[in-house]
């Protein structure tokens, strides 16, 4: 009911940026909580942000003061610019939509739909 199609992602040096895109479709885009996930070889999905219906957003500990996420809500598109990039945020990172509104929005399982994925590689 949600389609999700992350982009942007690729090979940056220590201390750079990316941002990356999640073009949705299907269901209104301001009716659901689009969430970021990422993931390294062997390790677990992990939470980066989530910007709600209404615009508010939370972020992981980790990418706190380093990440945004933003929107616009004409292309249906959320945003996640990533600053002063580590070797450590290797990962694929993915877009997930929480079309129920669940209160356990840090978990994986709390989302209802996902994109692919987009490959980040940080190099030292």
């Known amino acids: 009911q949600v389609q999700l199609v992350e982009s942007g992602g690729g090979l940056v040096q220590a201390g750079g940026s990316l941002r990356l895109s999640c073009a949705t479709s299907?269901?209104?885009?301001?009716?659901?909580?689009l969430g970021w996930f990422r993931q390294a070889p062997g390790k677990e999905r992990e939470f980066v942000g989530r910007i709600s219906r209404s615009g508010g957003i939370v972020y992981a500990d980790s990418v706190k003061g380093r990440f945004t996420i933003s929107r616009d809500n004409a292309k249906n598109t959320v945003f996640l610019q990533m600053n002063s990039l580590k070797p450590e945020d290797t990962a694929v990172y993915y877009c997930?939509?929480?079309?129920?509104?669940?209160?356990?929005?840090?978990?994986?399982?709390?989302?209802?739909?996902w994109g692919q994925g987009t490959q980040v590689t940080v190099s030292s």
């Open positions: 997930a939509a929480d079309v129920d509104y669940s209160s356990d929005y840090r978990a994986p399982y709390g989302y209802d739909y």
């Open positions: 299907g269901r209104t885009f301001s009716s659901y909580v």
